[in-house]
């Protein structure tokens, strides 16, 4: 009997064992089988989208040294010179293919390496329902598919954010490259320079973004034989104006305040972009300024400083909606963490609802409506606000409880 005892233990052990192995390596797996999907639809399309356009930005950032005369350029001085790299090695039809296999790439790694770190902490249910809910996220795939480098820009400011506190240089470094590629998370710097634990790694992501940038515009000056080119302000100042200009200003597809402004009626201006960037830059102060570092709030800081830098300029795309996606994740582990009234949940489930109305440019490539195409846009742009409402409500219960750790 007591033979027997012992080979029931052991066999009862050895399927324990065998039952969780199994379970990890689907877990392994699943978060990359998105991005081999999407690169099995994406096989099938032929266009260059936003990467064509920015192709030839930097075609002519090297023919001139002004890729600015472009109507669709709303590109920074560093993005002007990897581009202009790019027209020179390889021509388009080659680019773009390889620049559609890095972004998927980085979004098959951002879902890996986020959701093996979670594995861990969570209950498989959750889990496994938000992985899906990242997967099919609209403005991922939708980023995806306009060929827009969003992705990679964001995945090397979270590289970034979590080497802080450890190799801050290395982290400044990341954050200081995302910036000068394509500033859609300008304000995370800012966020760190406010602490005394996180101010060193936002010392050094300024004065990278700063170095690169300036080597973006000395590129661009001796393309242009013109000293005067290095002038940052008469860059920024092109900007602002494309963001004044047709194809921004207005449209149903731009997601920014000033936009929604426009569209209200009020004409967009100078003084009317900096006021709304001042707004947004001290509701950020106001929401992070007593927000305690600990391993989970600490996120929080980065989720936010996401979310409210795509609001803060004149252009704001739904495909930026990605920057939502930190905030959707904090809050869903916290909710599940805390058991989060029903009332919350509700309100994640819209906001993330909300985000996934646009599938532009599938929707548009699939010639749907163009009446369903507008409504997806004008109810989608809520999304982001939301999410920050819902977060602010959430701050001020937790708050109150006090702070978890």
Not at 8 to 37: E, F, G, K, N
Request: net charge positive; glycine share 6%; hydrophobic share 60%.
């Amino acid at each position: 009997m007591r033979v027997e005892r012992l080979d029931v233990t052991r066999s009862v052990t050895v399927d324990d064992a065998r039952a969780p192995r199994s379970r990890w390596s689907l877990r392994r797996i699943a978060p990359v089988l998105p991005a081999l999907l999407l690169a099995v639809i994406a096989v099938g399309f032929r266009y260059t989208a936003d990467f064509g356009l920015a192709y030839q930005g930097g075609i002519e950032a090297w023919t001139s040294g002004h890729p600015q005369r472009l109507l669709t350029w709303t590109a920074t001085p560093f993005f002007a010179l990897v581009m202009a790299l790019t027209s020179r090695a390889a021509p388009l039809e080659v680019s773009v293919r390889i620049f559609m296999a890095v972004d998927l790439v980085v979004w098959a790694a951002l879902l890996s390496v986020v959701w093996t770190r979670l594995s861990d902490k969570v209950r498989a249910g959750w889990w496994w329902a938000t992985l899906a809910a990242a997967a099919v996220f609209a403005p991922a795939v939708s980023t995806i598919f306009w060929l827009q480098p969003n992705l990679i820009v964001f995945a090397l400011a979270l590289g970034g954010f979590a080497l802080v506190g450890r190799r801050n240089r290395s982290a400044g470094f990341l954050i200081g490259l995302s910036i000068a590629l394509k500033p859609i998370v300008v304000l995370l710097p800012l966020a760190l320079l406010l602490r005394r634990q996180t101010r060193a790694a936002g010392a050094w992501s300024v004065v990278a973004a700063a170095l690169l940038t300036v080597a973006g515009l000395g590129f661009l000056a001796w393309r242009a034989a013109d000293v005067a080119v290095l002038n940052p302000f008469d860059y920024l100042a092109g900007f602002l104006s494309k963001g004044r200009g047709p194809i921004a200003a207005c449209v149903v597809e731009n997601y920014s305040p000033v936009a929604v402004l426009c569209r209200l009626g009020l004409a967009p201006s100078v003084g009317i972009t900096l006021a709304v960037g001042m707004v947004i830059v001290v509701i950020g102060w106001l929401l992070l300024r007593d927000l305690p570092m600990t391993k989970v709030t600490r996120w929080q800081v980065f989720a936010a400083s996401c979310l409210l830098s795509g609001m803060l300029g004149p252009i704001d795309w739904a495909s930026y909606g990605i920057l939502m996606a930190p905030l959707f994740l904090v809050l869903a582990y916290e909710f599940w963490r805390e058991s989060a009234p029903p009332p919350f949940w509700i309100g994640l489930g819209l906001a993330y609802l909300l985000a996934e109305l646009v599938w532009d440019p599938l929707e548009s490539l699939a010639q749907a409506p163009v009446a369903v195409v507008v409504v997806s846009y004008s109810a989608g742009q809520f999304s982001q606000y939301v999410v920050l409402l819902l977060w602010i409500r959430w701050r001020q219960i937790q708050s109150r409880a006090g702070w978890s750790t």
